[in-house]
Protein backbone atom coordinates (compact mmCIF):
# COMPACT_ATOMS: atom_id res chain seq x y z
CA UNK A 1 0.00 0.00 0.00
CA UNK A 2 1.64 3.19 -1.01
CA UNK A 3 2.23 6.19 1.83
CA UNK A 4 1.91 9.98 0.71
CA UNK A 5 5.00 10.34 3.34
CA UNK A 6 7.56 7.00 3.02
CA UNK A 7 9.81 8.87 5.42
CA UNK A 8 7.31 9.45 8.64
CA UNK A 9 5.98 5.95 8.40
CA UNK A 10 9.61 4.82 8.58
CA UNK A 11 10.09 6.89 11.72
CA UNK A 12 6.86 5.47 12.88
CA UNK A 13 7.60 2.14 12.14
CA UNK A 14 10.36 2.27 14.43
CA UNK A 15 9.55 4.23 17.16
CA UNK A 16 6.44 1.38 17.93
CA UNK A 17 8.88 -1.44 17.41
CA UNK A 18 10.48 0.46 19.94
CA UNK A 19 7.30 0.85 22.22
CA UNK A 20 7.13 -2.62 21.52
CA UNK A 21 10.69 -3.56 22.72
CA UNK A 22 10.99 -5.52 19.71
CA UNK A 23 14.81 -6.47 18.60
CA UNK A 24 14.13 -5.35 15.06
CA UNK A 25 11.58 -3.56 12.61
CA UNK A 26 11.46 -4.40 9.14
CA UNK A 27 10.68 -1.00 6.91
CA UNK A 28 9.70 -1.47 2.64
CA UNK A 29 13.16 -0.42 0.51
CA UNK A 30 13.95 2.68 -0.61
CA UNK A 31 17.44 4.11 -0.92
CA UNK A 32 16.25 7.48 1.10
CA UNK A 33 15.40 4.85 3.67
CA UNK A 34 18.50 2.57 3.39
CA UNK A 35 20.45 6.26 4.13
CA UNK A 36 18.38 7.14 6.50
CA UNK A 37 19.03 4.03 8.14
CA UNK A 38 23.22 4.21 7.89
CA UNK A 39 22.19 7.82 9.19
CA UNK A 40 20.74 6.46 12.75
CA UNK A 41 24.19 3.79 12.94
CA UNK A 42 26.71 6.07 12.71
CA UNK A 43 24.85 8.19 15.26
CA UNK A 44 25.08 4.89 17.19
CA UNK A 45 20.71 4.89 17.66
CA UNK A 46 20.71 1.30 16.11
CA UNK A 47 22.39 -1.35 16.15
CA UNK A 48 22.81 -2.61 12.83
CA UNK A 49 20.85 -2.60 9.50
CA UNK A 50 20.50 -5.54 6.50
CA UNK A 51 18.82 -4.90 3.25
CA UNK A 52 17.02 -8.36 2.33
CA UNK A 53 15.68 -8.70 -1.08
CA UNK A 54 12.44 -11.04 -0.12
CA UNK A 55 9.30 -10.21 -2.66
CA UNK A 56 9.20 -7.88 -5.56
CA UNK A 57 10.32 -4.88 -3.54
CA UNK A 58 12.74 -6.46 -0.73
CA UNK A 59 12.90 -4.32 2.75
CA UNK A 60 15.41 -2.96 5.69
CA UNK A 61 15.60 -5.10 8.73
CA UNK A 62 16.76 -2.38 11.66
CA UNK A 63 18.21 -3.65 14.48
CA UNK A 64 17.50 -1.98 17.70
CA UNK A 65 19.40 -0.70 20.09
CA UNK A 66 18.74 -0.78 24.02
CA UNK A 67 20.73 0.18 27.13
CA UNK A 68 19.87 -1.41 30.32
CA UNK A 69 16.59 -2.21 29.08
CA UNK A 70 16.01 1.73 28.23
CA UNK A 71 16.18 2.20 23.87
CA UNK A 72 18.93 4.61 22.78
CA UNK A 73 15.85 6.20 20.65
CA UNK A 74 13.70 8.56 23.17
CA UNK A 75 12.30 10.47 20.66
CA UNK A 76 11.23 10.99 17.03
CA UNK A 77 9.74 13.87 15.31
CA UNK A 78 9.14 14.19 11.93
CA UNK A 79 10.04 18.53 10.71
CA UNK A 80 9.72 18.97 7.49
CA UNK A 81 6.32 17.14 5.32
CA UNK A 82 5.39 16.97 1.92
CA UNK A 83 2.88 19.74 2.65
CA UNK A 84 5.35 22.17 4.03
CA UNK A 85 9.17 21.64 3.70
CA UNK A 86 11.53 23.43 6.51
CA UNK A 87 14.78 24.41 4.56
CA UNK A 88 17.66 25.89 6.42
CA UNK A 89 21.33 27.00 5.54
CA UNK A 90 24.15 25.94 7.14
CA UNK A 91 23.69 28.70 9.97
CA UNK A 92 20.61 28.14 11.07
CA UNK A 93 20.85 24.15 11.31
CA UNK A 94 19.10 23.71 15.02
CA UNK A 95 20.65 22.24 17.76
CA UNK A 96 18.44 18.91 19.13
CA UNK A 97 18.23 19.20 23.09
CA UNK A 98 21.05 21.42 22.95
CA UNK A 99 23.29 18.91 21.28
CA UNK A 100 22.04 15.96 22.82
CA UNK A 101 20.02 14.91 20.32
CA UNK A 102 20.70 14.94 16.08
CA UNK A 103 19.36 16.34 13.31
CA UNK A 104 18.86 14.51 10.05
CA UNK A 105 19.01 16.70 6.94
CA UNK A 106 19.02 16.50 3.15
CA UNK A 107 22.01 17.78 1.55
CA UNK A 108 24.00 18.43 -1.83
CA UNK A 109 26.56 16.08 0.20
CA UNK A 110 23.77 13.58 0.81
CA UNK A 111 22.01 12.64 3.66
CA UNK A 112 23.99 13.83 6.65
CA UNK A 113 23.36 15.04 10.51
CA UNK A 114 23.48 18.46 11.75
CA UNK A 115 26.68 18.44 13.00
CA UNK A 116 28.41 16.61 10.03
CA UNK A 117 26.25 19.36 7.98
CA UNK A 118 28.27 22.08 10.18
CA UNK A 119 31.50 20.67 9.50
CA UNK A 120 30.65 20.27 5.91
CA UNK A 121 29.41 23.97 5.52
CA UNK A 122 25.96 23.09 3.96
CA UNK A 123 22.40 23.41 4.58
CA UNK A 124 19.11 21.34 3.51
CA UNK A 125 15.89 20.35 4.33
CA UNK A 126 15.50 18.97 7.70
CA UNK A 127 14.10 15.59 7.70
CA UNK A 128 13.80 14.41 11.71
CA UNK A 129 14.84 15.36 15.07
CA UNK A 130 15.87 12.39 17.12
CA UNK A 131 17.04 12.18 20.58
Known amino acids: ?12 RVRNALQARKTYVDVPFSRMKLQLARV ?7 RDYV ?5 PQGFIRIY ?17 SPGLRRYVNRNQIPRVLNGLGTAILT ?10 A ?11 EIW
Open 64 to 80: LKYTNGKPAIQGLRRIS
Open 40 to 46: LMEAYYI
Open 118 to 128: RREGVGGEILA
Open 1 to 12: MPTTDPIADFLT
Open 51 to 55: QVDEG
Open 107 to 116: TPKGLLTGNQ
